[in-house]
């Protein structure tokens, strides 16, 4: 893999190759360049994932026409995938080395810091929401109970934007949860569950599950579950399979022909208030 | 393009976060937090992602400024330094050293905390000291 | 694209139980009766479903779990 880069780098392929090298035995995102070639043989694969796409979006940013290579586990390439069909990188200009990912029979080893998940306490478990659960289990909850589960994770929220901070395919340089008028700067306990909500929105036929922003979570709100729930209603409303997919989400589309219906006013079923 | 990751402790309180600096072309574009570093293991409060941005600010405070006649002026860190120790001369000799308070902070390090009781109590001559943390 | 995003709306909020508080229909500014008749169903239905209990849990987030323990 070694050599690869190198030779890359030494033919001109790409001007940059994104990869971790160690520091302080802290392995960092490092960027490695023709000039200092002899680094590459301190290149590491990490267990602790950095989002590599985003730093890649900020160079394009600067320079448009680089070549850049990246290392690239599973969840970096679904987040290269949006952004390309975002038009934040182009596919021409990215050149990956593929990194091992989640373990499997057929990959024993697994290079990824999302499989050792921290405990979850028995309070938590008993009034909100368990981290390594499936989808499958919250949606079973019901509306009442859900409800309460959830906005117990909610109001956890101490409004560090790390979710959206982090998140490798936020890239828009207006930010709805900036904006004065939709989430006012002071009050503490945002406005739940709005705040959580428009951005699980937003996130619908973006989010590619990569769990950084559950890893960044202070309160270690269950927010990788809330986005598999709006790419779960992307995928059965519209088919739409975020970070495989070539084509535009299905809320950016004009004029597609839908075969939705409105749908009827249901009398109240009385359980439910 | 020189793109680099620079290693660093958030400046904004004493717990000691670890974050990453994101430099692209020698201006730092963004705040990461440091995922294997034992304080903060891969979380940030919302002033330590924005920690970039100050740095960059045009309100950033970059030299020493003195108040002459109500306003604010530049000055070099001797003048700036001399003035404080002529004024805190004066202050001692007229009310004496306990009129002077040293207040110290949990941002700086623990060394540099023990040099500042040390100046506060060999070179002024007080024991009001005080700090932050003790709440 | 209003359905659609209606449509996903509604299946977001049965998260929380309140997919019913959404309603989405087409009236044309011709279609006065069908206009009152949407509107008058769609009003009797909120009230039958009482005030949202979604306010409570952020001006009171402790006592509304705790009423929700209960």
């Known amino acids: 893999m070694k050599e690869q880069i190198k030779s890359w780098l030494e033919q001109g392929t790409v001007d940059v190759f994104l990869g971790y090298r160690e520091v302080d035995h802290h392995p960092i995102p490092w960027c490695f360049t023709q000039e200092a070639i002899e680094e590459v043989d301190d290149l590491v694969v990490s267990p602790a994932r950095y989002s590599l796409e985003k730093i890649a979006t900020h160079m394009a940013a600067e320079d448009p026409d680089i070549r850049i290579g990246m290392l690239a586990r599973d969840c970096n390439n679904r987040a290269l995938n949006v952004l390309y069909v975002w038009n934040q990188l182009r596919p021409e200009q990215v050149v990956t080395v593929e990194a091992n990912c989640c373990p499997s029979p057929l990959k024993e080893h697994a290079d990824c810091s999302y499989l050792e998940p921290g405990t979850v306490g028995a309070y938590k478990k008993a009034v909100g929401i368990d981290n390594h659960l499936r989808l499958e289990a919250v949606e079973a909850y019901g509306p009442e109970e859900g409800r309460n589960r959830w906005m117990y994770e909610f109001q956890k929220c101490i409004k560090c934007y790390g979710c959206r901070n982090i998140c490798p395919v936020c890239f828009c340089r207006e930010c709805s949860l900036d904006h004065d008028d939709l989430v006012g700067t002071g009050p503490l306990l945002p406005d739940i569950p709005i705040f959580h909500l428009v951005r699980a929105v937003h996130m619908a036929g973006r989010c590619i599950d990569c769990g950084l922003c559950e890893d960044a979570c202070p309160m270690d709100i269950p927010l990788r579950l809330l986005y598999q729930k709006v790419n779960r209603i992307a995928m059965d409303l519209f088919d739409y399979r975020t970070g495989t997919s070539g084509d535009q989400p299905p809320f950016s589309i004009l004029g597609d022909r839908v075969t939705l219906e409105p749908k009827p006013i249901q009398p109240v079923t009385g359980a439910e208030a | 393009m020189e793109c680099k990751l620079v290693p660093s402790v958030c400046s904004y309180c004493g717990t000691g976060c670890g974050v990453l600096f994101e430099v692209i072309n020698n201006k730092i574009v963004g705040t990461l937090p440091m995922k294997t570093h034992p304080v903060n293991e891969g979380k940030l409060c919302i002033k330590g992602w924005n920690l970039h941005e100050h740095v960059n600010s045009i309100l950033r405070l970059k030299q020493p400024l003195v108040k002459t006649f109500g306003r604010f002026m530049k000055t070099d860190w001797d003048e700036a330094i001399q003035l404080t120790a002529d004024r805190f001369k004066e202050i001692i000799a007229k009310h004496g050293p306990d009129s002077i308070g040293v207040l110290v902070s949990a941002k700086i390090t623990n060394e540099e905390n023990y040099l500042a009781q040390k100046l506060a109590r060999a070179v002024i001559g007080t024991n009001n000291v005080d700090h932050c943390a003790r709440l | ?70």
């Not at chain 3, 206009?35 to 169903?41: I, K, L, N, P, Q």
């Not at chain 3, 009003?43 to 009423?67: F, H, M, V």
Request: proline residues 6%; aromatic residues 8%; glycine residues 4%.
């Open chain 3, 1 to 70: 694209m209003t359905i659609k995003r209606i449509t996903f709306l509604q299946e977001l909020l049965g998260l929380f139980g309140l997919q019913e508080r959404v309603h989405l229909a087409w009236i044309s500014s011709a279609e006065a009766q069908k206009f009152v008749e949407v509107v008058t169903a769609f009003t009797e239905k909120i009230k039958s479903l009482g005030p949202n209990p979604l306010p409570a849990y952020r001006d009171a987030p402790r006592a509304a779990l705790a009423a929700a323990a209960h």
